[in-house]
């Protein structure tokens, strides 16, 4: 136990529990600082706060009130994959068989915890709210978000607001460049790249809980058959969540056949899938611009389907 942590504290610094919000300054197009709609834009892996700003400055224009929040890779990391930390206590043989929801971090639903709240206190005249997720790291957001709104009251949540009705204000989801479906043999390189888009002391950090994840295992060969055995696990339970969503309300999906980050046919059949689930969804296939680049690419095609969408969850929020 000794040699573990000392392994941990060597090749790892602390990672804390970093996130960043903020409230975009509403603009004088459309008077969004009275509007009684949020958007929730829930950044990519490795998004700056500066790359969202065009999406601020659309939602803006469209009487719609911005909100951004940006997981930070750490957490990201740790809800699909595990920490050192958490590698090191699957050694532990007088524990029962570890499942996933044993291990899993809270991190994510904090984060999706605090928008929910910032809404209610901060927004108290909102009566639809909007969530957009940008790649995996915004999906793993929303996934977090949506099963905090299916908690009910009387399970023991402790968010101290009404999940009920917070539930009944989210007007639709918008999936930009995912949701992407992995299995073992492409999370590791497909992770790889969204890292590449992080800054160099976050990349420093995830290198760094990779060594001793391999340092633990190469001192346990076991470790790295229970590990990928939980992996497996919470990659079925993304999946199975995200094409089991009971919540009934309007998606859009914006995607690109040319998308090399995540695998297209996956994300067609899930699409085919959703539409044959709900009522309304739809979908915009740019073609040819890369992974969350469809709105630099095609901005006039991008706003027209956002705000035929937003007109969609409008009329089914009133209904």
Not at 66 to 92: N, R, Y
Not at 180 to 207: H, Y
Request: net charge negative; aromatic share 8%; hydrophobic share 40%.
């Amino acid at each position: 136990c000794s040699l573990v942590n000392n392994i941990i504290s060597l090749l790892l610094s602390s990672i804390g529990d970093v996130q960043r919000m903020s409230f975009a300054a509403a603009s004088s197009v459309g008077s969004s600082a009275n509007s009684s709609c949020c958007a929730i834009l829930a950044g990519w892996l490795g998004c700056q706060p500066k790359n969202l700003r065009r999406y601020e400055a659309m939602y803006n224009s469209l009487n719609i009130r911005p909100m951004v929040v940006i997981a930070p890779l750490d957490a990201v990391a740790e809800s699909l994959q595990l920490s050192a930390s958490q590698v090191a206590s699957l050694g532990d043989d007088n524990r029962r068989p570890r499942l996933w929801e044993d291990l899993q971090n809270h991190k994510i639903r904090d984060i999706a915890a605090n928008v929910l709240r910032d809404i209610e206190n901060n927004y108290p005249c909102c009566r639809m709210f909007i969530f957009h997720a940008f790649s995996n790291g915004g999906c793993l957001v929303y996934e977090a978000m949506r099963n905090i709104l299916l908690q009910q009251r009387d399970e023991g949540n402790s968010y101290n607001y009404d999940t009920r009705t917070m539930k009944l204000k989210l007007g639709g989801v918008i999936f930009d460049s995912c949701p992407g479906f992995f299995d073992l043999s492409t999370l590791d390189e497909g992770f790889s790249k969204a890292v590449s888009f992080c800054s160099p002391e976050e990349q420093r950090k995830f290198n760094a809980s990779n060594k001793a994840i391999a340092e633990l295992e190469r001192l346990n060969p076991t470790l790295h058959d229970r590990r990928m055995q939980l992996v497996t696990e919470r990659m079925d339970i993304f999946v199975r969540g995200m094409y089991e969503d009971p919540l009934p309300i309007p998606q859009l999906f914006l995607h690109s056949t040319a998308d090399k980050l995540i695998p297209h046919e996956p994300l067609k059949r899930f699409i085919e899938h959703r539409k044959s689930t709900i009522a309304h969804v739809m979908e915009k296939n740019f073609i040819d611009s890369p992974h969350v680049m469809h709105y630099q690419h095609y901005p006039t095609d991008y706003h027209n389907a956002v705000e035929s969408f937003l007109n969609v969850c409008d009329s089914s929020l009133r209904e």
